[in-house]
């Protein structure tokens, strides 16, 4: 079965091509393609929807035509198109959903509607194959940080969720009071090498509570105190800005690895698979593998060009739907805002 991904949900233009047998599960990506526009929103130190919208409507067409080209395809060896409908900003998912409807009308291929957040949770599954149900998710993006108890493909239970800001935005905001460019994440992460992350003392929001949830307002906003209190940005040398990105990567990552092995044990669920940009953070990754190994809990890492915004875990989600006969409609929008609670009613 050849499925055609499609993803333009925020700042990332990409386009997949994925070959699975929906008898054993297994498959592959055979052509990849994504175009970032970090470069063209780094100077607003943000995402700019119209800009975004424009730039899609740009790079969509050629980089399909180039997947098809690459892969010897032609669209009659389509058999579906999976296509990012949200969540998002509505006039980037719009781009990607008109252009896969008018695509699938015209070369009659059925389009499928795909949860942004799905494409992530089912990532891993592109290394080879998804971990047995249940296991547990770390989704943290620029958007989400949310712990989901994963039952079955379509059976997501949200566990634990930010209450404030997510985790990547924590870590975009902290870098801009660096003085760091747009995305924050990776920019934190390679200041952070070799700084001193116990130097400043940050707080670990949460950590000690008895649930799990997530708060990163208060980390952010003790950056800022942090930064003033010797002086402010501009009074800060090369060794302090290398300490409080280390600071606050460690901090972030302590609290994400910390209530996520305590998920696993609570749900008696002893796998647990990363995912979403910040999923791509090296320190993270290490953590969690120490602290899981530690506890008897099996990692699934997805790697990390799977992690940020791809459209390889677009196409193996619409794999996946199509493996487990979920029931697929036509009667379907762009939905800028989507809860991965409200999949099962769709
Ligand atoms: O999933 P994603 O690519 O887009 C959204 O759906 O939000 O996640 C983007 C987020 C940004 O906040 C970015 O700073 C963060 O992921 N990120 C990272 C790293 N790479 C991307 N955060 C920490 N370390 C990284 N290496
Ligand atoms: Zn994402």
């Known amino acids: 079965m050849i499925i055609l991904g499609i993803e333009t949900s925020c700042d990332e233009t990409a386009v997949a091509i994925f070959d699975g047998d929906s008898v054993t599960g297994k498959g592959a990506i055979i052509a990849e393609q994504i175009a970032s526009q970090i470069e063209t929103h780094a100077k607003f130190g943000g995402v700019v929807p119209e800009v975004a919208s424009r730039e899609h409507l740009v790079a969509l067409p050629p980089m399909v035509d180039a997947v098809l080209k690459h892969t010897s395809l032609a669209w009659s060896d389509i058999d579906h198109i999976a296509v990012t409908a949200g969540p998002g900003l509505m006039g980037a998912l719009l781009v990607g959903t008109s252009y896969a409807r008018a695509a699938g009308m015209v070369n009659d291929v059925p389009v499928m509607p795909i949860h942004h957040m799905e ?10 194959a998804l971990p047995a149900f249940p296991f547990i998710t ?8 949310l712990l989901v108890h994963v039952k079955a493909i379509g059976q997501y239970e949200v566990i634990g969720q930010t209450l404030d800001d997510a985790a990547g935005e924590c870590f975009d905001k902290s870098a ?23 130097r400043f003392k940050l707080p670990r929001p949460m950590l000690n509570r008895d649930n799990l949830n997530f708060s990163f307002s208060g980390l952010k906003t003790a950056v800022m105190y942090a930064v003033k209190g010797i002086g402010g940005l501009s009074n800060m040398d090369a060794c302090d800005r290398q300490d409080m990105a280390a600071g606050v990567e460690s901090a972030i990552c302590e609290v994400l690895v910390k209530k996520s092995i305590r998920a696993c044990v609570q749900m008696d669920a002893p796998r647990l698979v990363i995912a979403g940009g910040v999923a791509a953070n090296n320190s993270l990754r290490l953590l969690l593998q120490q602290l899981a190994d530690d506890a008897g809990i099996e990692v699934f890492l997805p790697q990390p060009k799977h992690c ?16 487990s006969a979920l029931p697929a409609s036509d009667d379907w929008d762009a939905r800028p805002r989507w809860a991965l609670a409200d999949l099962a009613k769709t």
């Not at 494409?119 to 080879?128: I, K």
């Not at 770390?138 to 940080?145: N, P, R």
């Open 119 to 128: 494409g992530h949770l089912l990532a891993p599954g592109l290394e080879g």
């Open 308 to 323: 940020t915004d791809n459209a390889a875990m677009i196409a193996y989600a619409g794999f996946q739907h199509i493996r």
């Open 176 to 198: 801009r009071l660096l003085g760091l460019p747009y995305p924050g994440g990776p920019e934190i992460a390679q200041l952070g090498v070799g700084g001193d992350g116990k």
């Open 138 to 145: 770390l989704l943290v993006s620029g958007g989400h940080t």
